[in-house]
């Protein structure tokens, strides 16, 4: 009697064993999601002064409000506690720290491959939509490897050598009236990419792989009548990239709250936060019912030094003071939402945005 009661004890006790095993492996599946697909949309110049500017004007909520998984980058380049959109692109791009006015290179001038180049490697879609040229410091440092955001013509240039599959921006004319008197629109349609200009509508598109110029520069400002272009440009960048059944990598820019904030108007910088926002909603949307996309929120760096020292949600008022016209040093947040979201709460390097989702996309 004694024996089987011992017998029965170790059974007892191999049963546990085995459902703590089970439960412990299961939690553990269940912590580290993975995502097919990943959205990083850059708020450029987007502080927390910026984001509470646009809560005012929508009475104390944002799409960003939605997030649960918040947390802070330091935003310092390799050669200046300030950082400029290049090279704090860059450091989102290629998981390095590089010098002020870099694209896509490394500290010692060194091209380095960009997560947008990886993805493609990897036989992911990619895609780019931006309120500004593609050819600018923040889409170029996805794309081009020069070592002077100025070199406007040699980043378009940079553009024909990579696979992308979408874009959507201005910038035009540094494809079309170069020095070079070569016209990057025949290359790109050898490369069997669809042109469109700007006559014609988003919405019409139907190629999986295209150029839409919206602009020969930089996009209009909201206050000028761009209208929804935010909206439709990334849901028809989603709506073409999510056609590959192994995924897509996509950077959305909100180019101009950073041009709000050098302009130093209030106005102007939370125009273009709301816009950049109502994007965001859209996206969050559709993320929502796929369940596959981690979207990721963040900024390149603080413009501004933007106080607001007064206000009312109520009356949508608002009263705020720049300190500046330039960039500032101090960290800036990051969203995130969905499979592997959790990777991304807590104070980290900017170069972290790069390294994290490289690993939850398993790309090297």
């Not at 979408?166 to 079309?176: D, S, Y």
Request: hydrophobic fraction near 35%.
């Amino acid at each position: 009697m004694k024996i089987k009661i011992i017998k029965m004890q170790k059974l007892h006790y191999l049963t546990l064993f085995l459902l703590i095993i089970a439960f412990n492996f299961n939690s553990f599946s269940q912590k580290r999601p993975k995502p097919k697909n990943v959205i990083l949309m850059i708020g450029d110049g987007m502080g927390l002064a910026q984001i509470c500017a646009g809560m005012v004007y929508r009475e104390g909520d944002l799409n960003l409000s939605r997030f649960k998984k918040i947390g802070l980058i330091k935003t310092n380049s390799s050669d200046d506690y300030v950082t400029d959109s290049a090279a704090g692109a860059t450091a989102f791009s290629i998981g390095k720290k590089t010098f002020n006015g870099a694209i896509g290179v490394d500290s010692l001038k060194k091209p380095q491959a960009t997560i947008l180049e990886l993805a493609e490697k990897n036989n992911l879609s990619t895609g780019m939509v931006v309120t500004c040229a593609i050819t600018h410091a923040t889409p170029g440092s996805f794309i081009a490897h020069v070592d002077s955001r100025k070199k406007k013509y040699e980043i378009a240039k940079d553009f024909t050598k990579t696979d992308i599959d979408v874009v959507i921006g201005g910038g035009m004319a540094h494809f079309t009236k170069r020095p070079d008197k070569i016209n990057l629109i025949d290359t790109l349609i050898k490369n069997n990419y669809t042109v469109y200009d700007s006559t014609y509508e988003i919405d019409k598109i139907k190629s999986n792989k295209f150029y839409k110029f919206t602009n020969n520069y930089h996009l209009p400002k909201m206050s000028e009548g761009r209208g929804n272009y935010s909206e439709n440009a990334s849901m028809k960048a989603i709506e073409t990239l999510c056609k590959n059944k192994k995924g897509f990598f996509l950077m959305i820019e909100g180019s101009q709250i950073d041009w709000g904030s050098h302009d130093t108007s209030l106005s102007y910088t939370v125009n273009e936060m709301l816009d950049f926002d109502n994007a965001i909603g859209k996206v969050l949307d559709w993320a929502e019912k796929d369940g596959n996309t981690l979207v990721i929120i963040t900024a390149d760096h603080e413009t501004g030094g933007l106080s607001l020292t007064g206000g009312s949600l109520k009356d949508k008022k608002l009263t705020g003071k720049f300190s500046t016209t330039e960039h500032t040093g101090i960290m800036v947040p990051v969203f995130a939402y969905g499979p592997g979201s959790d990777n991304f709460t807590g104070i980290y390097e900017n170069t972290d945005i790069f390294h994290k989702i490289t690993k939850l996309l398993d790309i090297k």
